[in-house]
Nanobody, 123 residues
């Protein structure tokens, strides 16, 4: 499956952004999907994950209550709504897919990575 993320940009602290990821190539509903991020000089970290149905979702503690992951299997898309953004959310955000139907919570289960989109939170 091929993944392409979009929607990043520059936003002020407290602002919102919505990232989207379009999938192609395979049956999208066969995969758990997630968002990860990587800041300069830091390791890639888990942000949010969704099971193949979208009924199970998991979030990193650092984004819980601020970010929401959602998927539309009919449109082969997964989104990440990010609210109350903080400077520490600045990173390249990557969408990812796992052949496990469960929501991914670690990069160890990821089989496919998309190209990232830059999110910068700064005044």
């Amino acid at each position: 499956v091929q993944l392409q993320a979009s929607g990043g940009g520059l936003v002020q602290p407290g602002g919102s952004l919505r990232l989207s990821c379009a999938a192609s190539g395979r049956t999208f509903s066969d995969y758990g999907v997630g968002w990860f991020r990587q800041a300069p000089g830091k390791e890639r970290e888990f942000v949010a994950g969704s099971s193949w149905t979208g009924n199970s979702q998991y979030y990193a503690d650092s984004v819980k209550g601020r970010f929401t992951i959602s998927r539309d299997n009919a449109k082969n898309t997964v989104s990440l709504q990010m609210n109350s953004l903080k400077p520490e959310d600045t990173a390249v955000y990557l969408c990812a897919a796992s052949r496990s139907l469960a929501a991914p919570r670690t990069s160890k289960v990821i089989n496919y990575w998309g190209k990232g989109t830059q999110v910068t939170v700064s005044s």
